[in-house]
């Protein structure tokens, strides 16, 4: 069984940092694409970042220099580093695996997806 677990969403102020992380079980991790998306209140999940099986790193145009994604495959866990956090970060934030090649921004190309993880940017 596939189980993809979030951790490291809470309360931060604007300007600050987190960490999320996501612990993969029950798939071969080192061979798929991994991603994060979000879904802020009243809006669709968007793409946030995304990483290849070779670590090739992909990101939302408007995130890129805010965000990091990447991998640990001796761990089977994939983090997203947010620095400079604005309100408008504000969502539950997923991360997905896809255990075919290749990252794409459309969360229909993902097969499996976490429970998320709440972030939420206000002083």
């Known amino acids: 069984q596939v189980q993809l677990v979030e951790s490291g969403g809470e309360l931060v102020q604007p300007g600050g940092s987190l960490r999320l992380s996501c612990a993969a079980s029950?798939?071969?991790?080192?061979?798929?694409?991994m991603a994060w998306f979000r879904q802020g209140p009243g809006k669709a999940r968007e793409f946030v970042a995304g990483?290849?099986?070779?670590?090739?790193?992909y990101y939302a145009d408007s995130l890129k220099g805010r965000f990091t994604i990447s991998r640990d495959n001796a761990e089977n866990t994939v983090y997203l580093q947010m620095n400079s956090l604005k309100p408008e970060d504000t969502a539950v934030y997923y991360c997905?695996?896809?255990?075919?090649?290749?990252?794409?921004?459309?969360?229909?190309?993902?097969?499996?997806w976490g429970q998320g993880t709440q972030v939420t940017v206000s002083s």
């Open positions: 029950g798939l071969t991790f080192s061979t798929g694409a």
């Open positions: 997905a695996a896809r255990v075919r090649r290749g990252v794409f921004s459309i969360a229909d190309e993902y097969d499996y």
């Open positions: 990483i290849s099986r070779s670590a090739n790193t």
